[in-house]
């Protein structure tokens, strides 16, 4: 069982940045997938960032060059760090815990003003 919890958002203008944190509890943190999730107003849930238990990270075309996922396995912490922000980065961010299971945090507000 695993459970995460997300901090971090907040109201920043355009251009601006914010660092998202996801605190797991749980035993073996080290063994799950991390991904960062958004879901905007009106729209599906999609993948902004994930960083593999193997640290091999993927991003969305959309936050490439723009946003970084790292992760602590001493803390059991999902960083992500973003800057050049645009309104349309505007959502609830996920954390999500992935191997056998999936699991999801409750998510943080993000609002991005232009």
């Known amino acids: 069982q695993v459970q995460l919890v997300e901090s971090g958002g907040g109201l920043v203008q355009a251009g601006g940045s914010l660092r998202l944190s996801c605190a797991a509890s749980?035993?073996?943190?080290?063994?799950?997938?991390m991904g960062w999730y958004r879901q905007a107003p009106g729209k599906q849930r999609e993948l902004v960032a994930v960083i593999t238990s193997g640290d091999s990270t993927n991003y969305a075309d959309s936050v490439k060059g723009r946003f970084t996922i790292s992760r602590d396995n001493a803390k059991r912490t999902v960083i992500l760090q973003m800057s050049s922000l645009k309104p349309e980065d505007t959502a609830v961010y996920f954390c999500?815990?992935?191997?056998?299971?999936?699991?999801w945090g409750q998510g943080t507000q993000v609002i991005v003003s232009s």
């Open positions: 749980g035993s073996f943190f080290s063994i799950y997938d």
């Open positions: 999500n815990a992935k191997h056998s299971r999936s699991y």
